[in-house]
């Protein structure tokens, strides 16, 4: 044999023989882990993966592996890196993976953490009926200890639809009412005593007396055959400026407006924001249509728009964060609310060099602003095929349940939403208010 020949030979085997080597270490760990020694097992996985010649397609199993035994072993904080790595590396069963990881940050006490992992858990597996239900028990139980009624009612309400027997589920939503954290959830609404609710208003009520309220409601739906006609925004206008009034506030309700009319509205909103009394006064902008992000700003289509050019937008369209967000900023409210049912696909998708593809993007933040959108920023919300889209119908039953804050009614919203758009839909919103705001004390 030629001495080139012999020694390509010899590496080869020499690494294979290193390879069978380090296999064993492989195949010793899976055998304590199988035996329940996780501690034998974790050497075993870790000496492995310190050997810079392996087979590096088993890294993957290995670190699930080894995070499983640290798990077994009540080693969170080790357990929590190796499944996230398994995860980088993208094992196939990654929403158990995920669901490990919230066992495990819940833990340690890391809460949000633990909602983040069990809500990315329960998008993979939603489809297993049996590990749904236990996945929304186990986050309704991280949500009482984060004392957040709303949203562990609403998972165990939700896994109750699902498995009315469900022991466990049963009991948590008595458990809620005994231990004092279910006020603001649905239910306790239902259950509080008539002395309990009135004491309550009557506070709420002397707190917001000298409060005044001002909305400017616009649903649009008539829009030409190339912008596309929708279903729901005028019924959703409609419905919003009702409901708003029964929570006292003063609205200016358009439809199908155009731009000159929702110009000629807004400067009319803005004159009752300014004759307000400073830090006593609330605004609320909501808008159903189409809109569209192009560069930084967001913008509301009107009916009549005409856009063929990319600057026809910035011509024909209404601008939220410059004339809507910025004029609410400066008046005298001590809340301005913005409500944003428009993340629809690009009307003009024969624009598409500055607009963006998918929906509005995030507004900047603004002093005492709540930007509620009915989908994330970057993504799209259909049409609904009711009389309301879904999210103004979440959100017009959300308002009208007493007691609830502003953060808790959204919140609320935002998980319905999710539970009924089959995890397609999720709502988005961005705040920077500092007191409170109920719709109905």
């Known amino acids: 044999m030629k001495p080139v020949r012999f020694f390509i030979f010899l590496v080869t085997l020499l690494s294979s023989m290193v390879a069978t080597a380090q296999y064993k270490l492989y195949e010793k760990g899976l055998n304590s882990y199988q035996h329940a020694k996780y501690k034998e097992a974790i050497v075993s996985f870790s000496e492995y993966l310190s050997k810079s010649i392996r087979d590096k397609s088993l ?44 066992k495990s940050h819940d833990q340690l006490g890391y809460f949000p953490d633990a909602i983040q992992n069990y ?81 309550v208003n009557k506070a709420l009520a002397e707190l917001y007396k000298n409060e005044k309220r001002y909305a400017l409601v616009i649903g649009n739906s008539a829009y030409s055959k190339s912008i596309g006609e929708l279903r729901n925004p005028v019924n959703d206008a409609i419905d919003m400026a009702a409901e708003l009034e029964k929570s006292n506030f003063e609205v200016q309700l358009l439809t199908n407006a155009t731009y000159g009319q929702m110009r000629a509205e807004l400067l009319k909103f803005k004159e009752k924001l300014d004759e307000g009394e400073r830090d006593q006064t609330v605004a609320l902008f909501y808008f159903a249509g189409h809109g569209l992000r192009q560069e930084d700003e967001n913008y509301l289509v009107p009916v009549d728009a005409l856009v063929e050019f990319e600057d026809d937008v910035r011509r024909y369209c209404f601008p939220v964060q410059r004339m809507v967000l910025a004029n609410m900023e400066r008046s005298k409210t001590r809340l301005n609310i913005v409500i944003l049912d428009a993340c629809r696909n690009n009307p003009f998708p024969s624009l598409t060099r500055s607009i963006g593809e998918q929906g509005l993007g995030e507004l900047a933040k603004a002093r005492g602003s709540f930007v509620a959108y009915a989908t994330a920023p970057g993504s799209v919300a259909e049409d609904g095929l009711g009389r309301n889209g879904l999210y103004t119908q979440e959100l017009l039953h959300s308002m009208r349940k007493r007691g609830l804050t502003l953060d808790q009614v959204f919140k609320e919203v935002r998980l319905n939403v999710l539970r009924l758009s089959g995890e397609k839909q999720k709502t988005w919103d961005n705040s920077n208010i500092t007191g409170e705001f109920y719709f109905k004390y």
């Open 59 to 102: 890294d993957v199993e290995v670190y699930y592996l080894r995070g499983l035994s640290y798990y077994k072993s009540n080693d969170y904080k080790n357990s929590i890196g190796d499944f996230e790595e398994a995860i980088l590396l993208n094992h196939a069963n990654k929403s158990n993976i995920y669901w490990f990881l919230a």
């Open 119 to 199: 809500t990315r858990a329960i998008e993979g597996l939603k489809s297993d009926r049996e590990k749904y239900v236990v996945l929304l028990y186990e986050r309704s139980q991280v949500y009482v200890k984060l004392k957040d009624a709303t949203m562990a009612y609403t998972d165990l309400q939700a896994a109750y639809e699902i498995q009315p027997g469900n022991e466990a589920v049963k009991q948590g939503l008595v458990q809620l009412d005994k231990i004092g954290y279910s006020k603001a959830s649905p239910v306790a609404v239902q259950t509080r005593s008539i002395a309990q609710d009135s004491t």
